[in-house]
């Protein structure tokens, strides 16, 4: 089987590069440069270009199109509405399109931001309403409605939260800013769970490797086990690191303005993507631990 893998430079591509590395499988690592990455090729492909996507898929005899890419910086979007629609919406139909043509299954990685309006207090299913309070979260909802549209063959998987020893993220960030400053204030208002992108890549491998998503398309919620608010992981983050010298303080959102609401209640219920695929969710410290023991390792 052939699988083409897009946003290869980020973090969840990254991890995705690391779970194939023995695939029985053809992987084929794309990104908006050309790049080795530990021995690694990653082709330039941009999937705003139509004509590209149809072209690489075809070229390819592509079965399976993991797309790890997106327009993620949910503050900027705002101001850039446009370019984010293109990113999550528009290109996400060009890569439907084209792996449909070839008779292909479409593996989309979309978002807790699809909701967010309502006040939830229990854990966001599936079939529940999207709702998103921002450009990044209603960009993403297109996407998501764009391949509905299209008929493709497709699994969507909603996450949140998301860091790895790749990029930057919050898990990062935090490191860096509790091992250097005396205090730091952080929301305890908006609750969640942390997801390590190594994780998601390893469920979403094991469902292509062992052929699991064949007639179970649909829409799936992955984050790992548990709840927090960004003031408990970033406790957590100090903690696991040594980091007790820095005061962490809890503060509300409104606290640190930001041109976009996000969700002050997200946590993804998993039930149907356990149930589907038979398959473990590590809970959230216990993968917080494994990814500050390999930054750790690393420095």
Known sequence: ??????????????????????????????????????????????????????????????NVIVNCAAYTNVDKAEDDAEYAELLNATAVRNLAEAVKDNGGTLFHVSTDY???????????????????????????LHGEQAIAASGV??????????????????????????????????????TGTPTYAQDLADALFDIIENRRFEGNEGIYHYSNEGVCSWYDFTKMIAEMAGNDACDIRPCHSDEFPSPVKRPSYSVLDKTKFKQTFGLRVPYWTESLRKCILNLMHNA
């Open 114 to 140: 699809v909701f967010g309006k309502e006040p939830y207090n229990v854990p966001c299913r599936e079939d529940q309403k999207g709702t998103p309070t921002g450009v990044y979260g209603l960009t993403k």
């Open 1 to 62: 089987m052939n699988i083409l893998v897009t946003g290869a430079n980020g973090q969840l591509g990254n991890c995705l590069r690391i779970a194939s590395k023995d695939s029985k499988d053809n992987y084929t690592f794309t990104d908006i440069a050309d790049a080795v990455v530990d021995g690694t090729p990653v082709s330039r492909l941009d999937i705003t270009d139509a004509e590209a996507v149809k072209k690489a898929v075809k070229d390819n005899d592509i």
């Open 153 to 190: 063959k497709a699994l969507i998987f909603r996450t949140a939260w998301l860091y790895s020893e790749f990029g930057k993220n919050f898990v990062k960030t935090m490191l860096s800013l509790t091992s250097t400053r005396p205090e730091l204030n952080v929301v305890f208002d908006q």
